[in-house]
């Protein structure tokens, strides 16, 4: 190997949350430490996403004397996950909860503000050890001019999109803002924030940007490189132990060593068709539905493989059940969670409480219905919930004429527009709206969770999740199971170690984030439990890197 460009003790590939939690965390311990980025913006898909974190027992909850233990968080574990093999091992457990808990207290002593998402129930709430009041946590509002020349390199985060700084649990209200007072109260909170913002011409980040960019002031103030548009190309090994990396930065491949390794936070493969179709088994997908990060492909997870590490779950994804992309601004994805809509399968039957999570449903869309189907709803839907970004009542014309959303008089005129037995719809609906009109779903039980209620309408009504689908004309939209990025790939262990094919540790590499076997299987516990996963294995990492033999 030719002369070294550049010596470090720690590389970091990849600028999520994952990423510059362990930059930071390496750094405080004393690791000269440097973050490569192959994307132009910094923050992966943490930076696109809510910026929520699942931690059970959190010190937000302990402050709010918010009942709840480190015991309970593992039996939730225990309960919804299951035995799923290493990447779910009682160690990784553990760390997770006891370490993520130190991560939000450093992060907090070091300038970060969260708020508690009170009200959002974990999405297993029912089982044991879940908790009905939630424990997710959120990064408050974030002033950009804090960056200084630096604001500009953070990627557009989910509000960016929708125009509003608004935090991630207030989205739960503010689409029911004609439903409730309270929701309604949100509404203008969330309304005044973006109008003082815009008035003081700042740029006041939220969500998935607010948590990067605090991250990244944080990584500023201590002089750590991010380097942008700087993609690994190669890990370099030398009897058997990962001893830096190959990047091409500015142009040109730079070699850097590492001394205490090197920590890939680099993301999945949610934008790879080739891998998605070679890994994806039961649940195929093309990649052509993700939501994860435009630099989420996969290369730096190969090299990983490349080296002999293990992997598993790598044809599971976040899923997230979702309107076709052309009807990306729409609400009609999240039709599922409110009253007088359901899902039904291609034979025209419901397959599952269009309530659950995004993981339980995405799934069986997959299981139950052939990667796709199809949300009912009614002209009581129509004009109680907004459908896009127009008041409540407004359909635009054009999704029904361009078939993206399809209307009929009768339930047998719509099968015959989506293709499904008309007898078998009516039935499916009639069974349905027997029940429902007394906000019940015995097939399904669709209500009974705080997760239903907390995700359903404000407004008044037996059950803020259950009505029927019973007034003309009535409407389908195509849903398929969309996700925010993949969440199989190596093994590793509770320091975030890679695994081997041996099944021990390959000296000096650590992994985290969508590119490992998720700690949560095939699961998804809560608001946040991907983001915080990648957060914490990155604190881990850093803090066993800092204490490693050189």
Not at 54 to 63: A, C, T
Not at 126 to 149: M, N, V
Not at 391 to 408: A, D, I, N, Q
Request: proline share 5%; hydrophobic share 40%.
């Amino acid at each position: 190997m030719p002369d070294w460009d550049r010596e470090v003790d720690f590389v970091v590939v990849g600028s999520g949350g994952g990423g510059l939690v362990a930059a930071i965390t390496a750094a405080d311990a004393g690791l000269e430490t440097i973050v490569v980025e192959k994307m132009p913006v910094v923050g992966g898909s943490t930076g696109m996403s809510g910026g929520v974190l699942w931690l059970p027992d959190n010190p937000l909850m302990r402050e709010a004397g918010v009942a709840d233990s480190v015991e309970d968080g593992l039996a939730h574990f225990e309960a919804v996950v299951g035995d799923v093999g290493p990447a779910s091992s009682d160690a990784r457990r553990e760390a997770y909860i006891v370490e993520g808990n130190a991560m939000v207290e450093e992060l907090r002593a070091k300038g970060v503000r969260f708020l508690r998402a009170d009200g959002y129930a974990d999405y297993h709430s029912d089982a044991k050890g879940g908790h009905e009041r939630g424990r997710s946590i959120e990064p408050a509002p974030f002033d950009a001019a804090r960056l200084g020349e630096l604001q500009d390199n953070v990627i557009p985060g989910l509000a960016s999109s929708i125009g509003m700084v608004v935090l991630t649990n207030e989205l739960r209200s503010i689409q029911y803002f004609n439903r409730s007072l309270r929701s309604l109260l949100v509404a203008i909170r969330v309304f005044a924030r973006t109008m003082l913002a815009k008035v003081r011409r700042r740029t006041v980040l939220s969500n998935g940007a607010a948590l990067v960019g605090n991250l990244l002031a944080i990584a500023a103030d201590r002089g750590i490189p991010v380097w942008r548009e700087a993609p690994l190309s190669e890990l370099v090994v030398e009897d058997g132990r990962v001893v830096g990396a190959v990047v091409v930065h500015e142009g040109a491949p730079t070699r850097i060593r590492a001394r205490r390794g090197v920590l890939l936070a680099a993301g999945g493969f949610g934008h790879n068709a080739e891998m998605r179709g070679r890994y994806g088994g039961d649940q195929p997908n093309d990649g052509r539905y993700s939501f994860a990060n435009p630099g989420d492909t996969g290369e730096v997870l190969e090299m990983a493989v490349g080296l002999g590490a293990r992997t598993a779950q790598m044809d599971e994804a976040w899923w997230l059940p979702s309107a076709v992309p052309q009807l990306a601004g729409s609400t009609l994805g999240q039709a599922r969670h409110r009253p007088r809509a359901i899902l039904v399968n291609t034979e025209g039957r419901r397959f599952v409480s269009e309530a659950d999570s995004m993981m339980v449903v995405g799934k069986a869309i997959y299981a139950e219905s052939g990667g796709r189907c199809w949300a009912i709803t009614d002209d009581v839907y129509r004009r109680r919930y907004a459908n896009g970004k127009e008041r409540p009542g407004v359909l635009p014309e054009e999704w029904v004429t361009e078939g993206l959303v399809k209307r009929s008089d009768t339930l047998e005129g719509l099968a015959a527009q989506i293709e499904v037995d008309p007898a078998v719809l009516a039935e499916t609906v009639a069974r349905y709206n027997a029940d429902a009109v007394r906000g019940d779903d015995p097939q399904f039980g669709r209500g009974r969770t705080a997760y239903h209620r907390c995700m359903g309408d404000t407004g008044k009504g037996p059950n803020p999740s259950v009505d029927a689908v019973a007034t003309a004309p009535f409407y389908a939209t195509e849903i398929i199971p969309a996700d925010v990025g993949t969440s199989g790939g190596v093994l590793t262990d509770e320091h975030g170690r890679v695994i081997g094919a041996d099944e021990q540790p390959i000296p000096g590499l650590y992994a985290t984030g969508n590119l490992t076997a998720g700690v949560m299987g095939r699961s998804y516990l809560g608001a946040g439990a991907s983001i915080a996963s990648t957060m914490v294995f990155g604190y881990t990492a850093a803090k066993h890197a800092a204490t490693a033999a050189a």
